[in-house]
């Protein structure tokens, strides 16, 4: 038996099959996002067409903003779609033969769960997620359990206030890189770029990257303190400026940390199938995390 984990993400969209029962990756394939919402569920339907089988079990959906009930409140790349009900659409178009259950969940919420669940920190009960990319997600687990809040709107840490009522998906995310290196430096680069001059030395990026860190640094101090988490994890395309941001990010903490006493790791979480796991593992286990 198996379970299709899928991360509908901004710019791609990730699948995953994993055998439920040893949660073993099966097969996996990414897409780049279609620009419309027909186009999306579309594109959707036939991953899971293509993916599915007999032995499918269950369908697991990470979806970008407060999700509750199979309701994404909004596509970030979509303008002008709130309050969307994913799931039901999404049932309708599959007319699935199979009658598979489809879980929708917060895409910085399967980033968390699958880190927790598939990483080494499944140990831990309290940790706090942050994605930065396209935009900035976060997702939280206390004692154990995945936090929502009451419309599914726990973590969405991109919305919080820093400085100079920006906030912080304005200030760190992919495209707030470019545009704050265009409104300093005058000419064009993507975060990409700016990432990767940093990691072969440029001393302009790199600096750069360290003064962009300190508002990272601001929210995490503001979020150490609220949820007292064990570890915090960062993953998405833009956390590869992690290692640019840490001495930012470590001053700031210190500064401001009273009560835990101990450096909080921080820790890059990229490179794993994690976003994927996660819805997956969320729908088989009927997303009562």
């Known amino acids: 038996m198996n379970i299709l984990g899928i991360d509908l993400g901004a ?5 995953a099959k994993y055998d439920s029962k040893t949660w073993q990756k099966i097969c996996e394939t990414q897409i780049p996002t279609e620009n419309t919402v027909e186009e999306v569920i579309d594109q959707l339907a036939k991953l ?9 079990e269950a369908i697991g959906i990470g979806a970008p903003g407060p999700t509750i009930n199979g309701i994404v409140e909004q596509f970030p790349n979509i ?3 709130k309050h969307f009900n994913l799931k039901s659409i999404l049932e309708k178009t599959l007319k699935s033969p199979f009658h598979l259950p489809i879980t929708i969940e917060n895409d910085a919420n399967c980033f968390l769960m699958g880190a927790w669940q598939k990483g080494k920190y499944c140990d831990n009960n309290n940790l706090i997620g942050l994605t930065l990319g396209t935009g900035v997600g976060g997702a939280i687990i206390s004692e154990g359990k995945l ?4 419309n599914g709107a726990a973590g ?3 919305h919080l206030l820093i400085r100079d009522k920006q906030t912080l998906e304005e200030l760190i995310s992919g495209p707030a890189l470019a545009r704050r290196w265009e409104d300093q430096f005058h000419e064009s680069s993507s975060g990409e770029e700016i990432v990767e001059a940093a990691e072969n030395g440029n001393q ?4 750069f ?3 962009v860190g300190k508002d990272l640094g601001i929210a995490l101090a503001n ?3 609220t949820f007292n988490p064990e570890v915090i994890l960062i993953g998405g395309s833009a956390a590869e400026a992690l290692p640019f941001y840490q001495d930012s990010i470590s001053e700031i903490i210190r500064k401001n940390d009273q009560f835990t006493g101990t450096q909080i790791p921080i820790v890059q979480a990229n490179g794993e199938d994690f976003a994927t796991f996660g819805s997956a593992w969320l729908a088989a286990n009927n997303n009562t995390a």
């Not at 710019?11 to 699948?15: E, G, N, P, Y």
């Open 11 to 15: 710019t791609k969209i990730a699948l």
């Open 48 to 56: 899971i067409h293509e993916y599915r089988d007999e032995e499918t």
């Open 79 to 81: 303008p002008g779609i």
């Open 147 to 150: 936090i929502r809040g009451e």
């Open 156 to 158: 969405e840490f991109g």
């Open 204 to 207: 302009k990026a790199m600096r």
């Open 209 to 211: 990257l360290e003064h």
């Open 223 to 225: 979020l150490i303190l």
